[in-house]
């Protein structure tokens, strides 16, 4: 049974930074994509940024210079670190993992930043 869990998220100002991270089960981790998405309120999910088994990243283009997502192999982890927070970075944040045909989710970490 594939399990994710986020955790990290929090209230922050506007320049602060946040640490989010995912804990995930039941999947050989080390080959497969992990992925962070948000969905800010009134808005559509989005894809935030992803990371391959062999660590090559993909960020979207509004958070790049600002968030580094990263993976701990032997853990079962991944994290995204974010940087020089905006407001428009409000958003539930989930970690996402496809496999087996099959799309798994968290159930998401709150990141609020306030102005």
């Known amino acids: 049974q594939v399990q994710l869990v986020e955790s990290g998220g929090g209230l922050v100002q506007a320049g602060g930074s946040l640490r989010l991270s995912c804990a995930a089960s039941?999947?050989?981790?080390?080959?497969?994509?992990m992925n962070w998405y948000r969905q800010g309120p009134g808005k559509q999910r989005e894809s935030v940024a992803s990371?391959?088994?062999?660590?090559?990243?993909n960020y979207v283009d509004s958070v790049k210079g600002r968030f580094t997502i990263s993976r701990d192999n032997a853990k079962n982890m991944v994290y995204l670190q974010m940087n020089s927070l905006k407001p428009e970075d409000t958003a539930v944040y989930y970690c996402?993992?496809?496999?087996?045909?099959?799309?798994?989710w968290g159930r998401g970490t709150q990141v609020t930043v306030s102005s």
């Open positions: 996402n993992c496809d496999t087996g045909g099959s799309s798994y």
């Open positions: 039941g999947i050989i981790f080390r080959l497969k994509t």
């Open positions: 990371i391959s088994g062999g660590g090559t990243t």
